[in-house]
């Protein structure tokens, strides 16, 4: 069973005037997370995601549709129970929102205090926590004497502290550089896998979903415009919003400038192969155009990696007698993508 189901969801705000329509927000979306998922939501600044957000944590009611947490419908559920599922999901901010006059202990120990945990439960846990995020050493300061990664592994800590099931990040590395960003990624994989949490990602950065995520939905004015396994969307975006996200991380196919270069740099003609996981391999489909007396040159495009499994667009320049380009082109057309472009 999904962990979080949104059938048919639709949240909209009334108009910011009253001649205005009214803002829909999030329109008509679907989408199960299933446990142990790390579902990564993308999409640009104004397409729904923070709102989407609100909606899974019950921070406000959804105009219309059905979402459950963990089978229970959230929709027509009395504020006290909410208060109760609300517990079992924690969330990370990209600003951290720690307390800036408590130290980093007791950041971690409040939402426990909230929970009514005793003192020394919530000394044998802050401490846990507080070693898992490797911040045991920083237990006295305040937030103020942090770096960003810091800041962010004690909302880590203090998210987790009471064990949810499910974990919001919402843009939780978008104020960090690359390499403190790639930090707290590998921190969030091991609370996946060491502590089963099902993490929604929510982002406008595609390199953030290919570091992390197992699932992907890319959202735009509100709706889901394409939802699935990373590796599929990546390797095969079906949408020209998926389209510009993905290229953002992938080298694929040259763009009509890039082409325009190219041209003009290599003789012949112009051909991208696309390699997908699990088809033909690229020394077969190499050795082909060597047998068949073709000379090739490899002059765009890359191999790409998403969770150990392979993909990637390979621009060849390749000259020889054309029937013999045409014969073997034709022949690799059958294994795998070719599109001659120029
Ligand atoms: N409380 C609100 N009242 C009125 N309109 C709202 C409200 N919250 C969000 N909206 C509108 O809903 C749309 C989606 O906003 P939302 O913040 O969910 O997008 P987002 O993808 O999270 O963007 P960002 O990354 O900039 O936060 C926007 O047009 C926004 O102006």
Redesign the pocket.
């Known amino acids: 069973m999904a962990l979080v189901s949104l059938t048919d969801v639709t949240k909209s ?2 108009p ?1 005037d009253r001649s205005g329509a009214p ?4 329109d008509a979306v679907s989408l199960d997370i299933e446990p142990g998922d790390v579902y990564g939501i993308i ?12 909606l899974i944590n019950a921070l406000e009611p959804a105009t219309s549709g059905s979402i459950t947490f963990d089978g229970r419908e959230l929709t027509a559920m009395p504020e006290r129970e909410l208060r109760g599922v609300r517990l079992g999901i924690g969330m990370i901010f990209q600003q951290f929102n720690l307390f800036t006059s408590k130290t980093v202990w007791k950041n971690v120990a409040y939402p426990l205090t909230v929970a009514g945990w005793t003192k020394s439960e919530i000394r044998l846990r802050v401490d846990e926590m507080l070693e898992f995020v490797g911040l045991t050493d920083k237990a006295n300061s305040y937030p103020e004497q942090l770096s960003g990664g810091q800041k962010q592994r004690v909302g880590i800590a203090r998210a987790l502290a009471t064990s949810p099931r499910l974990l919001l990040a919402d ?1 939780a590395t978008s104020a960090l550089d690359p390499e403190t960003t790639q930090e707290v990624l590998a921190l969030l994989k091991r609370v996946n896998r060491e502590f089963g949490v099902t993490i929604v990602v ?1 982002t ?1 950065e595609m390199d953030v979903i290919q570091s992390i995520a197992t699932k992907v939905a890319v ?1 735009d004015g ?1 709706r889901v415009i394409e939802n699935g396994d990373v590796f599929d969307v990546f390797s095969d975006p079906q949408n020209a919003s998926s389209q510009r996200f993905v290229s953002t991380v992938v080298k694929g196919v040259p763009s009509p400038a890039e082409l325009a270069v190219l041209r003009e740099r290599h003789e012949g003609r112009i051909v991208t192969l696309s390699f997908r996981d699990g088809d033909a391999s690229q020394a077969s489909v190499f050795v082909d155009l060597a047998t068949a007396g073709i000379e090739f040159e490899l002059v765009y495009g890359g191999i790409n990696d998403i969770q150990g499994r392979a993909f990637g667009h390979l621009t060849l320049a390749v000259r020889g007698e054309g029937a013999a380009i045409d014969a073997a082109l034709a022949k690799i057309g059958e294994r795998i993508d070719v599109t001659e472009v120029a």
């Open positions: 705000y009334p910011a803002v829909v927000a999030v999409g640009y600044s104004g397409a729904g995601k923070s709102t989407l957000v609100r843009e929510i406008h959202m509100g």
